[in-house]
């Protein structure tokens, strides 16, 4: 199985940066595509972005555009979710999550999660 394991949670003010890690291991697919998801108290997981490996094509949930950025490093198998002017809005548990394939935006079409790490923004 693959192995994700994420980092860069924390406690922000409304405005500030932060920027999650997503670090993965083992067995990987010959094409796929790497994911972030948030899931808030009483709300069910939703799309945030999400990117192909080979081919950097990248897809951004309309809350987010232009304020959140999905990039990699091949040398260390990490997918980076950079977040800047972030809202109360945007707290919640971030979840990275790896697809065979391309794009998509449904929580079920991927195969393995993260554990998630919790964003917390301050009004």
């Known amino acids: 199985q693959v192995q994700l394991v994420e980092s860069g949670g924390g406690l922000v003010r409304a405005g500030d940066s932060l920027r999650l890690s997503c670090a993965a291991s083992?067995?990987?697919?010959?094409?796929?595509?790497m994911g972030w998801f948030r899931q808030a108290p009483g709300k069910e997981r939703e799309f945030v972005a999400a990117?192909?490996?080979?081919?950097?094509?990248?897809s951004y949930a309309d809350s987010v555009k232009g304020r959140f950025t999905i990039s990699r490093d091949n040398a260390k198998n990490t997918v980076y979710l950079q977040m800047n002017s972030l809202k109360p809005e945007d707290t919640a548990v971030y979840y990275c999550?790896?697809?065979?394939?391309?794009?998509?935006?449904?929580?079920?079409?991927?195969?393995?999660w993260g554990q998630g790490t919790q964003v917390t923004v301050s009004s």
């Open positions: 990117l192909t490996w080979s081919g950097s094509s990248t």
């Open positions: 999550a790896v697809r065979r394939f391309g794009l998509d935006r449904r929580p079920t079409a991927y195969d393995y």
């Open positions: 083992g067995r990987t697919f010959s094409s796929y595509a």
